[in-house]
């Protein structure tokens, strides 16, 4: 999987300044930065493939239902952070094989997802890395993420697949047994926080 990264550093799509400051500004809005700093993690519920849990760290409190099941090396969640419970966001980590010198936007790439035999979803996935941190993060920008989640709870596996231009896709299936004892634990978490 650290390979992936200097496969992408090869790649530069590029997009007008307006579409990427709209897309910089709703990422900034939707996914608070939970990566830069080491949260607490407590009220872990397993649920057979995945987890659900609370991140604090002093007054931020987040909520994520995680699998962890399908990589060694890879993990997929829904977040939701108190106080905006009702944007959520998906996420995909990949551990690299050494922390990261800087915190910088890899890249912006095309990727699709499906869940089970459901219509594709094309969108774009932006590759961050954290200064510190061994991670390696792509965020989904998904107009439809409740319709995304309604499949998720229901299906059996989520396909992502990421273009690499002139080199073969990048694939990736996660399991979603127990997806939706996760995520509606999450979103219960987050919305009885009081912080909607």
């Not at 760290?57 to 108190?82: C, F």
């Not at 694939?171 to 995520?183: N, P, R, V």
Request: glycine share 6%.
């Amino acid at each position: 999987m650290a390979q992936i990264m200097t496969a992408t550093d090869t790649l530069r799509f590029r997009w007008p300044a307006l579409v990427t400051v709209a897309m910089a500004v709703s990422l900034m809005v939707v996914t608070p930065d939970t990566r830069a700093a080491t949260f607490n993690t407590k009220d872990v519920t397993n649920h057979d493939h995945w987890q659900s849990m609370t991140l604090t760290l002093g007054g931020e409190r987040h909520y994520r239902a995680v699998e962890t099941h399908s990589y060694s090396d890879a993990t997929l969640s829904l977040n939701a952070t108190a106080g905006v419970c009702d944007l959520p966001w998906l996420e995909m980590r990949v551990t690299l094989e050494q922390q990261q010198d800087e915190s910088r936007a890899v890249n912006l790439v095309p990727a699709r997802l499906r869940v089970d035999e459901q219509p594709v979803i094309d969108t774009m996935a932006e590759f961050i890395t954290e200064r510190g941190d061994n991670g390696f993060y792509a965020h989904f920008y998904l107009s439809d993420l409740e319709s995304l989640m309604a499949d998720m709870r229901q299906g059996e596996q989520l396909f992502l697949g990421f273009d690499q231009q002139e080199r073969e896709p990048w694939y990736m299936t996660f399991s979603l047994k127990g997806a939706d004892a996760a995520i509606q634990r999450m979103l219960s978490q987050c919305k009885g926080s009081g912080n909607f």
